[in-house]
C-alpha cells in the first residue's frame, strides 16, 4: 500500500499546525482550516473501509489529532 504525495503533503502540513497550535503559535481557526482537508480524506477513508468489512468506523476529529 502506498501514500499518495498528496496525502503525505496533506499529513505533513497537518502534523505542523497541530504542533504550532498545541504550541500556541497560531490561533484555532488557522490550524483547523489547514488541518481539516487532511481529516475529510483520512474519515472518507475510514468510512470506505468500515463499510467494506462491516464495521464501524473510527473517524478523526480536530480535537483528536
Do not use: D, W
Not at 14 to 36: D, F, P, V, W
Amino acid at each position: 500500500m502506498t501514500i499518495s504525495n498528496e496525502i503525505l503533503e496533506l499529513k505533513t502540513i497537518a502534523i505542523h499546525y497541530s504542533n504550532l497550535y498545541t504550541g500556541g503559535q497560531c490561533t484555532r481557526e488557522e490550524a483547523k482550516e489547514k488541518i481539516m482537508p487532511y481529516l475529510n480524506l483520512v474519515n472518507a477513508k475510514t468510512i470506505e473501509i468500515g463499510k467494506k468489512y462491516s464495521i464501524k468506523p473510527k473517524k478523526l476529529s480536530f480535537l483528536r489529532l
